[in-house]
């Protein structure tokens, strides 16, 4: 607070994953109230997944707070929440000379280590199909796939 109270900024970007007050790190609501209410801070906060109820809860008691809430990841669960016009997707940011640069020609081992369920190991069979090498844990236990 005495940071915000001497510098004044214009902004605060928020990054949290806990509930206001549960971690040293985090910031109280007492201390969001004060920032946002009394400093009259602008409170941007960055949610890199809103899929997972626990991120839905944070985002949900910080929102009194925030005057922007951008997020990159959404659910049918997040629906209400992201009505509100403090909420802004926003796609993730990738470099498109490595993720959409389909010219390079890429040799990328791939482990699989998980239960070996059917549509798990279907997928597996298409990677071999497409000539990608995998390196498959359950071939060095022996495990067939039920019948």
Not at 14 to 24: D, E, F, N, Q, W
Not at 30 to 57: R, V
Request: aromatic letters at 10%; proline letters at 6%.
């Amino acid at each position: 607070m005495t940071k915000c109270v001497l510098d004044k900024p214009d902004l605060i970007v928020l990054v949290i994953y806990r509930l206001p007050g549960t971690a040293t790190n985090v910031p109280s609501f007492e201390t969001l109230d004060k920032i946002s209410n009394q400093l009259h801070i602008y409170i941007l906060a960055i949610w890199g997944d809103l899929q997972s109820s626990c991120q839905l809860e944070i985002a949900a008691a910080v929102s009194p707070y925030t005057n922007l809430n951008i997020y990159t990841a959404s659910s049918q669960a997040a629906k209400g929440l992201m009505q509100s016009d403090r909420f802004l997707y926003s796609w993730v940011p990738k470099d498109e000379r490595i993720f959409k640069n389909y010219e390079i020609k890429r040799d990328i081992p791939i482990v699989y280590l998980g239960s070996p369920k059917p549509e798990r190991m279907a997928l597996s069979k298409t990677f071999e199909a497409e000539v990608v090498h995998i390196s498959n844990i359950l071939s060095t236990i022996n495990y067939t796939e039920p019948t």
